[in-house]
């Protein structure tokens, strides 16, 4: 059976078709496809949300449903809270914190009555650090602490399986079904992805790229500049003759390591790095001011430009926050130099400046456990890394009061964007690189005896990167995308969901109460026996270690 989706588009929009129920389950649907470049116009939407945070120390199948994800006030209450039963247990004699770490708290999205805000808007987001830096504790035979944990970014971290478009930016999917993780039987989830376009390596434009590398004290700790090194290597193997690279290193201040260099002389190149020793105090934002002065001489509009900050992001000299610090950067950062922050290390670790840092400078974040996972940064997803293909990307959803009585995104609390924003090109959205998948999960529940067919519309706006012209495109989620069963799901949704759960039990949240670890252990075992996948069948593991304690 094929299903035609039915588009409402602001722009020119190739409209999919995709293929219905599989031996494996449903397929999500293809609801738009990014074409063209043209300018969108259209109103603003009045509504604001606004968020709380405290700080604490301590394969190509199409078978996901992302879109769009919007936040609601992390402090709201909602009737449905009070349903919820008594959490089933505690972990606390698995946790052991390691000291001199910063993560930061931003709160759990409530359910939002859809009579009340009917729209949910939210800057994409394509990290995955705070998914390895769990890995991270786990390798150490710890429990992360709740506040490190973001829930979209355990989720980027697995293939969705979304099949890229031809000939596009980036392509909208969306399907869903029943969990077994939410509260209320009727309720579903619906998952709303969006895929980026490849890049032919073969074809790629050169890149121009400064390393800025943390030598201060702490990087002795665990070896950590040792892994900053090795991890170089495996990118500067990856790169071509035609490529630029120029290094930085910093510790109480700053100083040029290697002026702008072809890559082709990678030995030279890897020497520095090598040469490199830990020692003094930390000043990063002298490093990136310097990194980004480097990055201004190599810049060629034509080719990729970027500044990648290697660090455990303990900044104790001159500007030690990420908004002091992108001030004296900003005008690079919205130039097109883009910015990759990888992080390394176990205690004595900042997560917050490296991921604000990203999320303000137009970036990405990684966390680097191991020399396996920069093999999966700069060789497997090398393009992606490298590549920013749409920028400012924002996601609006609308969804139909008389279908959805209320709805929670799962996750994103901190890339909110007030709903009258969606079309205020000033407000900053997120980038997408080559080749990557955003995937979105709203918990919902539906007005009984709904009549409807469509849950809402989804709608993507964006900065083309080459002409800056402002685009949207916009498709609506049917309800016959949405699998009547769990068990008729495509097993990549089911992955999703089972991750999001596990992030969810992992942060302590109380929309994690009806369910526990053994019922994400449940799922994970049998998805890792129907899915031909290492990083699932390491989860699998994680989960069983984290559970034994119980």
Same mark, same amino acid.
């Given at each position: 059976?094929?299903?035609?989706?039915?588009?409402?588009?602001?722009?020119?929009?190739?409209? !999919?078709?995709?293929?219905? %129920?599989?031996?494996?389950?449903?397929?999500?649907?293809?609801?738009?496809?990014?074409?063209?470049?043209?300018?969108?116009?259209?109103?603003?939407?009045?509504?604001?949300?606004?968020?709380? %945070?405290?700080?604490?120390?301590?394969?190509?199948?199409?078978?996901?449903?992302?879109?769009?994800?919007?936040?609601?006030?992390?402090?709201?209450?909602?009737?449905?809270?009070?349903?919820?039963?008594?959490?089933?247990?505690?972990?606390?004699?698995?946790?052991?914190?390691?000291?001199?770490?910063?993560?930061?708290?931003?709160?759990?999205?409530?359910?939002?009555?859809?009579?009340?805000?009917?729209?949910?808007?939210?800057?994409?987001?394509?990290?995955?650090?705070?998914?390895?830096?769990?890995?991270?504790?786990?390798?150490?035979?710890?429990?992360?602490?709740?506040?490190?944990?973001?829930?979209?970014?355990?989720?980027?971290?697995?293939? !969705?399986?979304?099949?890229?478009?031809?000939?596009?930016?980036?392509?909208?999917?969306?399907?869903?079904?029943?969990?077994?993780?939410?509260?209320?039987?009727?309720?579903?989830?619906?998952?709303?992805?969006?895929?980026? !376009?490849?890049?032919?390596?073969?074809?790629?434009?050169?890149?121009?790229?400064?390393?800025?590398?943390?030598? +201060?004290?702490?990087? /002795?700790?665990?070896?950590?500049?040792?892994?900053?090194?090795?991890?170089?290597?495996?990118?500067?193997?990856?790169?071509?003759?035609?490529?630029?690279?120029?290094?930085?290193?910093?510790?109480? +201040?700053?100083?040029?390591?290697?002026?702008?260099?072809?890559?082709?002389?990678?030995?030279?190149?890897?020497? %520095?790095?090598?040469?490199?020793?830990?020692?003094?105090?930390?000043?990063?934002?002298?490093?990136?001011?310097?990194?980004?002065?480097?990055?201004?001489?190599?810049?060629? +509009?034509?080719?990729?430009?970027?500044?990648?900050?290697?660090?455990?992001?303990?900044?104790?000299?001159?500007?030690?926050?990420?908004?002091?610090?992108?001030?004296?950067?900003?005008?690079?950062?919205?130039?097109?130099?883009?910015?990759?922050?990888?992080?390394?290390?176990?205690?004595?670790?900042?997560?917050?400046?490296?991921?604000?840092?990203?999320?303000?400078?137009?970036?990405?974040?990684?966390?680097?456990?191991?020399? *396996?996972?920069?093999?999966?940064?700069?060789?497997?997803?090398?393009?992606?890394?490298?590549?920013?293909?749409?920028?400012?990307?924002?996601?609006?959803?609308?969804?139909?009061?008389?279908?959805?009585?209320?709805?929670?995104?799962?996750?994103?609390?901190?890339?909110?964007?007030?709903?009258?924003?969606?079309?205020?090109?000033?407000?900053?959205?997120?980038?997408?690189?080559?080749?990557?998948?955003?995937?979105?999960?709203?918990?919902?529940?539906?007005?009984?005896?709904?009549?409807?067919?469509?849950?809402?519309?989804?709608?993507?706006?964006? /900065?083309?990167?080459? +002409?800056?012209?402002?685009?949207?495109?916009?498709?609506?989620? /049917?309800?016959?995308?949405? %699998?009547?069963?769990?068990? *008729?799901?495509?097993?990549?949704?089911?992955?999703?969901?089972?991750?999001?759960?596990? !992030?969810?039990?992992?942060? /302590?949240?109380?929309?994690?109460?009806?369910?526990?670890?053994?019922?994400?252990?449940?799922?994970?075992?049998?998805?890792?026996?129907?899915?031909?996948?290492?990083?699932?069948?390491?989860?699998?593991?994680?989960?069983?270690?984290?559970?034994?304690?119980?």
């Amino acid at each position: 059976m094929k299903r035609i989706l039915t588009l409402t588009m602001t722009l020119a929009l190739v409209a !999919a078709a995709c293929s219905g %129920a599989t031996e494996t389950g449903e397929r999500p649907g293809t609801i738009a496809v990014a074409t063209t470049s043209a300018p969108a116009t259209g109103g603003t939407p009045d509504r604001e949300r606004s968020g709380s %945070a405290t700080t604490t120390g301590a394969p190509s199948s199409q078978s996901d449903s992302l879109i769009a994800i919007g936040t609601s006030p992390a402090q709201e209450t909602d009737k449905r809270d009070g349903a919820i039963r008594e959490e089933r247990g505690s972990r606390s004699s698995y946790r052991v914190d390691p000291n001199d770490v910063t993560f930061q708290d931003y709160g759990e999205n409530p359910y939002v009555e859809t009579d009340r805000d009917n729209l949910s808007t939210f800057a994409v987001d394509v990290d995955t650090g705070s998914y390895t830096v769990m890995r991270g504790y786990w390798n150490k035979g710890l429990t992360p602490p709740a506040a490190s944990v973001r829930p979209e970014e355990y989720i980027n971290f697995f293939d !969705a399986g979304y099949d890229a478009p031809d000939g596009g930016v980036f392509a909208v999917y969306a399907d869903g079904a029943p969990t077994p993780f939410l509260d209320y039987g009727e309720d579903i989830l619906v998952r709303i992805g969006i895929k980026g !376009a490849q890049v032919d390596a073969r074809r790629r434009p050169n890149v121009n790229l400064t390393f800025v590398i943390d030598t +201060s004290g702490s990087m /002795e700790q665990d070896d950590r500049l040792g892994l900053v090194q090795d991890s170089l290597a495996v990118l500067l193997n990856e790169l071509g003759p035609d490529d630029t690279i120029a290094i930085v290193a910093y510790n109480t +201040s700053a100083r040029v390591v290697a002026e702008p260099t072809r890559a082709d002389e990678r030995r030279d190149l890897q020497r %520095a790095i090598d040469e490199l020793h830990p020692g003094g105090s930390t000043n990063a934002e002298d490093g990136l001011i310097l990194g980004y002065d480097i990055a201004e001489q190599m810049y060629n +509009s034509d080719e990729v430009n970027k500044v990648i900050l290697l660090s455990d992001g303990v900044a104790n000299v001159g500007e030690t926050g990420p908004g002091g610090i992108f001030e004296r950067i900003e005008q690079s950062a919205t130039n097109g130099i883009d910015l990759l922050t990888v992080g390394v290390g176990f205690g004595s670790f900042n997560d917050v400046l490296l991921e604000q840092l990203a999320d303000t400078a137009n970036g990405q974040y990684r966390y680097i456990d191991t020399i *396996d996972e920069a093999d999966r940064v700069f060789r497997d997803n090398l393009l992606g890394t490298l590549i920013t293909i749409a920028r400012n990307v924002k996601v609006q959803v609308d969804f139909d009061p008389d279908v959805v009585k209320s709805y929670r995104l799962v996750g994103f609390e901190n890339r909110d964007v007030a709903d009258r924003d969606f079309r205020d090109d000033r407000v900053d959205g997120g980038e997408i690189g080559a080749g990557h998948s955003v995937t979105a999960l709203y918990e919902i529940e539906l007005v009984d005896g709904a009549r409807r067919d469509i849950l809402g519309t989804v709608s993507v706006r964006w /900065e083309s990167v080459d +002409s800056r012209d402002i685009n949207e495109i916009s498709g609506d989620i /049917e309800l016959d995308l949405i %699998a009547n069963r769990w068990a *008729d799901a495509d097993p990549r949704f089911r992955l999703a969901a089972t991750v999001a759960a596990f !992030a969810e039990q992992m942060r /302590e949240g109380r929309f994690a109460r009806s369910f526990d670890l053994e019922d994400v252990y449940d799922e994970i075992d049998a998805l890792s026996n129907e899915l031909d996948d290492s990083d699932v069948s390491e989860l699998r593991r994680i989960v069983r270690d984290f559970m034994r304690d119980l």
